[in-house]
């Protein structure tokens, strides 16, 4: 936080969402929202970090010199049941949690969701959705973007869909999406914004971080936020 390194533990759930207290102020900052909810730092945001929800076959064949953080002793024990409940919690089925503050009835509670934010608009891609669609061509906060769903891996990625100043509409070049063409200029792609043949080759889309959320807690905390429908 502004250049200092705050370090984080767990203090509980307000509003059925997860709170966490920095050690050298006290300031509680809540998981959704990244705000500063109390103590010397209430009012101030946290920078989200980009990352990537995926799967380990996926990653290490993209990433194939990747470190592995070592579990902690017993933690090895409890990944099948951490994936058992991983499995269910995507079902969508199932209430929100207690202390939800806030309710929006457009989606069941429990749907996942991948929610994007462009220039103060945002927008919820429910994952059924993007397991049907795979690449998905928008607008958001008056800008194009890309969205590119892998159902192999169950990855998503997102994108600004333009280069040098100029719109760029994507289809899937394979059935696993995860080779793309844009219709402007016939140049192929990979689906993490790489231009790997082509007129545009070695050129890069501007990544979008899409956040992994149910649908009752990217709601609460994005009580203007649109849904994506291909209806």
């Not at 220039?119 to 959705?129: C, I, K, M, S, T």
Request: hydrophobic share 35%.
């Amino acid at each position: 936080m502004k250049g200092r390194e705050l370090l984080f533990d767990n203090a509980g759930l307000v509003g059925g969402n997860e709170v966490f207290k920095d050690r050298e102020t006290g300031s509680r900052w809540q998981q959704s929202s990244l705000e500063g909810i109390s103590g010397p730092l209430q009012g101030e945001h946290l920078k989200l970090f980009p990352f990537l929800l995926t799967n380990w076959a996926e990653w290490r064949h993209t990433h194939p010199a990747t470190l592995v953080l070592k579990p902690l002793p017993g933690y090895a024990d409890r990944i099948a049941a951490k994936n058992l409940e991983i499995r269910q919690g995507l079902s969508g089925e199932g209430e929100a949690p207690d202390g939800v503050l806030r309710r929006d009835d457009r989606l069941k509670p429990r749907t996942m969701i991948l929610g994007v934010d462009v220039e103060g608009a945002n927008r919820a891609f429910p994952l059924p959705v993007l397991r049907k669609s795979q690449v998905i061509n928008d607008e958001l906060g008056g800008r194009p973007i890309l969205i590119v769903h892998q159902p192999g891996s169950d990855t998503t990625t997102a994108f600004l869909a333009r280069w040098n100043g100029q719109a760029l509409t994507f289809s899937a070049a394979n059935a696993d999406a995860t080779e793309l063409t844009d219709a402007q200029t016939h140049s192929h792609w990979d689906a993490y914004g790489q231009c790997v043949s082509g007129k545009l080759k070695g050129s890069h889309l501007d990544p979008l971080i899409l956040e992994p959320e149910y649908w009752f807690a990217w709601s609460e905390f994005h009580p203007d936020t649109s849904i994506y429908s291909t209806h």
